[in-house]
């Protein structure tokens, strides 16, 4: 089976970074992917890592251990808008993507 | 290219009656996926399907659900006989390849459908 491990909440201020992790277990391992989803949407995805290391783009950076069987992603320059929920995923690359149970980040000024 | 279309947005149900979701995946996408998510919870995998076959349905409950992708036309997702239990966004979400496989292969969402049983 596969299993995804995040924080359920987390509070931060504006302006400043905030990291989510993510660790898993699964029976195969293909690449990890952050997805944002605002109250209400559809979730769109943000970032994918296959190899270990950080991905950067703009604000948001991901990274991936995989001997860890870890990652996190990095918010800097938090925004009032950034608050949503934030999931991770692992495709195991037979069929699907599995998601976590998602991190609610709340963005105070 | 539109993106993942799904209808209807909101579908209320009486307990006893079946209830259809569609979904349109965008163009030249194959790779169907259906996810349930409850309120304040992740979005939980139920199938898989590419046109006209299932591909994975091991999160799909074994009675009164089923999908389909048909070879013209939308995928279905059908619930019969629903129960309060089953009052849920359901998301679909559409690629061109396996999602999480490589690079662009990202996965698209549609804005769900509500279901509500009463």
């Known amino acids: 089976g596969q299993s995804l491990e995040q924080p359920s909440e987390v509070t931060a201020v504006e302006g400043a970074i905030v990291q989510i992790n993510c660790t898993y277990q699964?029976?195969?391992?293909?690449?990890l992917s952050w997805y944002q989803q605002h109250d209400g949407g559809a979730p769109t995805f943000l970032s994918y890592?296959?190899?270990?290391g950080l991905e950067e783009t703009g604000r948001f950076s991901s990274f991936l251990s995989r001997s860890d069987s870890y990652g996190y992603l990095l918010l800097q320059e938090l925004q009032m808008k950034d608050s949503a929920s934030y999931f991770c995923a692992v495709s195991t690359g037979a069929n699907n993507l599995f998601f976590g149970t998602g991190t609610r980040l709340t963005v105070i000024p | 290219n539109a993106g993942v279309m799904q209808n209807p947005r909101h579908l209320v149900r009486r307990r006893g009656q079946e209830a259809r979701l569609r979904c349109s995946p965008m163009k030249g996408h194959s790779h169907v996926y259906w996810y349930r998510q409850l309120p304040e919870e992740g979005l939980k995998f139920m199938v898989y399907l590419q046109k006209e076959n299932i591909i994975d349905e091991s999160g799909m409950p074994k009675e009164r659900f089923s999908a389909e992708f048909p070879k013209e036309g939308p995928s279905i997702l059908r619930i019969q006989q629903v129960v309060r239990g089953d009052s849920a966004a359901y998301f679909c979400?559409?690629?061109?390849?396996?999602?999480?496989?490589?690079?662009?292969?990202?996965?698209?969402f549609g804005q769900g459908t509500r279901l509500t049983v009463v």
């Open positions: 890592n296959a190899l270990d």
């Open positions: 979400a559409s690629s061109p390849l396996v999602p999480g496989t490589g690079s662009n292969t990202e996965a698209f």
């Open positions: 699964t029976s195969g391992f293909y690449g």
